[in-house]
């Protein structure tokens, strides 16, 4: 399905992955919240793998959607609240583990490549809809994921709901994930018109020509 491509990094990023995954599907500290966790991201990896054949994302988005495919793998071992982060903790003076918060903000990097095949198929001809739909579309996300997270907890064993939930008794947890989600989706996006600055100063002038008055363009 892949051969003859040349780039290597989305293979080794694959194979990395299936290493990671097979260590920590051994002895979770919980099975079905480990399911619960994987599942999604899981689903992520099936759905790049299925569709590599059609198209190519860079290798600025591969390792974009990379940090979160490998900060939830090690949440779903462990549990978001129980990954061992207590340097960080201690250091900064937090009262709670934090790990939850920057894996929430890794989801946000999901924009570099929202925006990047939005820009390389022309499906806009604004600027301003192509910085913010991928924005847009993350905070949204992040709401549907919250929803679900609120669903299982409510559906399944207390304590295996709580610690899926990884709230840590903060009653604005899902609000804060959600800022976390939108926050990350700003930082990329802002990472991505630096990096395709040109392409898109181009992308601008083209659309901007195409949709000029008749009398202006003839000018």
Excluded at 113 to 118: S, T, Y
Excluded at 165 to 174: E, I, K, N, T, Y
């Amino acid at each position: 399905m892949i051969i003859g491509n040349t780039n290597k990094l989305p293979y080794f990023l694959f194979t990395l992955y299936l290493m990671v995954f097979a260590a920590l599907a051994v002895a979770p500290h919980d099975r079905s919240i480990w399911w619960a966790e994987n599942i999604p991201i899981m689903l992520i990896v099936l759905f790049l793998l299925l569709t590599y054949h059609k198209y190519q994302f860079s290798n600025a988005a591969y390792i974009c959607m990379a940090f979160l495919i490998f900060l939830h793998t090690v949440g779903g071992h462990y549990t978001f609240a129980l990954v061992p982060f207590d340097h960080v903790t201690k250091l900064f003076g937090f009262e709670r583990n934090h790990y939850d918060r920057i894996t929430h903000f890794t989801v946000g990097f999901y924009a570099f490549p929202i925006a990047e095949f939005i820009l390389n198929k022309r499906w806009v001809t604004k600027k301003l809809i192509l910085f913010s739909f991928p924005i847009f579309t993350i905070f949204a996300v992040a709401s549907i994921y919250e929803i679900i997270e609120w669903s299982f907890a409510i559906a399944s064993d207390p304590s295996a709901g709580l610690a899926f939930l990884g709230s840590q008794g903060d009653v604005w947890d899902a609000q804060k994930d959600m800022l976390a989600d939108g926050l990350g989706s700003v930082c990329v996006m802002a990472f991505f018109s630096m990096l395709r600055r040109r392409e898109i100063l181009h992308f601008a002038k083209h659309t901007d020509s195409e949709t000029a008055p008749a009398h202006q363009a003839g000018r």
